[in-house]
T-cell receptor, first 113, second 110 residues
């Protein structure tokens, strides 16, 4: 089992460009999450999907959109990247919300210049 | 806003010593979880303790929870260089979200 996979691993964007971060899990989990981690800080939740077909905003959703493509895949889109979105992005999955342990992907390091 | 706050922010110990880190939180919880993050990697779940539990063990890890003080501690016994990582507590409460603290950076010196 690969667990949670994320693509790409690294990305550099110019201000105003758009991109989609991809995430997939093979653990048959119902819930998936997108977090961002800034230096010296913990994780902040951007969006989550409690189950296939649903998405909800987290703590810092502005500037992002998400799509729960199917049970396995959950993508994060930046429509018009800004330097403030420079961060490391982590996808995670769990059996359900919110009490179950979460399994994390390796992260995508995004720089916006 | 972050629910849990770890203390200390950084901890440096010798191999073989015990490491203790603390987490305080503000509102009532269903459970509290501890995660480890090695440099440049994703988080790995270590242990979950429910609000009606006071202590839990997993290998060299011991977690305590005091709901009256809204605090938890993580003890790593007989630490190894491989334990060098950041450790985060995360709380699960009435919101449908897991809220992470800002972490403790543990360095274990060989």
């Amino acid at each position: 089992n690969a667990g949670v996979t994320q693509t790409p691993k690294f990305q550099v964007l110019k201000t105003g460009q758009s991109m989609t971060l991809q995430c997939a899990q093979d653990m048959n989990h119902n819930s998936m999450y997108w977090y961002r981690q800034d230096p010296g800080m913990g994780l902040r939740l951007i969006y989550y999907s409690a189950s296939e077909g649903t998405t909800d905003k987290g703590e810092v959703p502005n500037g992002y959109n998400v799509s729960r493509l199917n049970k396995r895949e959950f993508s994060l889109r930046l429509e018009s990247a800004a330097p403030s979105q420079t961060s490391v992005y982590f996808c995670a999955s769990s059996r359900g919300v919110p009490s179950y342990e979460q399994y994390f992907g390796p992260g995508t390091r995004l720089t916006v210049t | 806003s972050q629910q849990g706050e770890e203390d200390p922010q950084a901890l440096s110990i010798q191999e073989g010593e015990n490491a203790t880190m603390n987490c305080s939180y503000k509102t009532s919880i269903n459970n509290l979880q501890w995660y480890r993050q090695n440099s440049g990697r994703g988080l790995v779940h270590l242990i979950l303790i429910r609000s009606n539990e006071r202590e839990k063990h997993s290998g060299r890890l011991r977690v305590t929870l005091d709901t009256s003080k809204k605090s938890s501690s993580l003890l790593i016994t007989a630490s190894r260089a491989a334990d060098t990582a950041s450790y985060f507590c995360a709380t699960s409460g009435s919101a449908r979200q897991l809220t992470f603290g800002s972490g403790t950076q543990l360095t274990v010196l060989p």
